[in-house]
């Protein structure tokens, strides 16, 4: 019955060792937020960002991109913005019935944690549209890559035929 008030003894500290355990304390709070801090700024890496060429008078383009989550929390593309073009969706482009079929897709692209998504391969792309000029091969535009965890990214996308 005397079990808690038992313990009490043990809590009174000397005013040396509260300092020490407040000392303890704000260390642990500063690591705590220097950790949470490198999670929220978790790069993702991008590669291969690039257009195909459009013919002059062209309102759409076509962009394409890999992009690569180091990090330990899934990370969401959800919007792209542009100089270049009024606005940017991005498109799943599938086939069916022999039929070519472009979606966009709401929920931006997932990358999941270690994860590296090949927009090429998945058979998606950036949907430039109402470009304020043609795309010329040679060339690159400036865009920002909007991620729910990482925030925004600037990405130069170089112009150049994008068979492979
Ligand atoms: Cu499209």
Known sequence: MHRSLSLLPALRLSRRDRLLLLLLACMICIAAAALTRGEASSPIVVAAARCAPT????????????????????DRLVAIATDAADRVEIHSMSVADGVMQM??????????AGATVDF???????MLLDLKEPLTAGGSIDADLFFERAGALPVAFRVEDMER
């Open 120 to 126: 090429h391969d998945r058979g998606y792309h950036l």
């Open 55 to 74: 013919f002059a008078g062209a309102k759409v383009g076509s962009c394409t991109l890999v992009l690569r989550n180091p990090g330990r929390s899934a």
């Open 103 to 112: 979606r966009r897709l709401p929920q931006g692209v997932e990358i999941a």
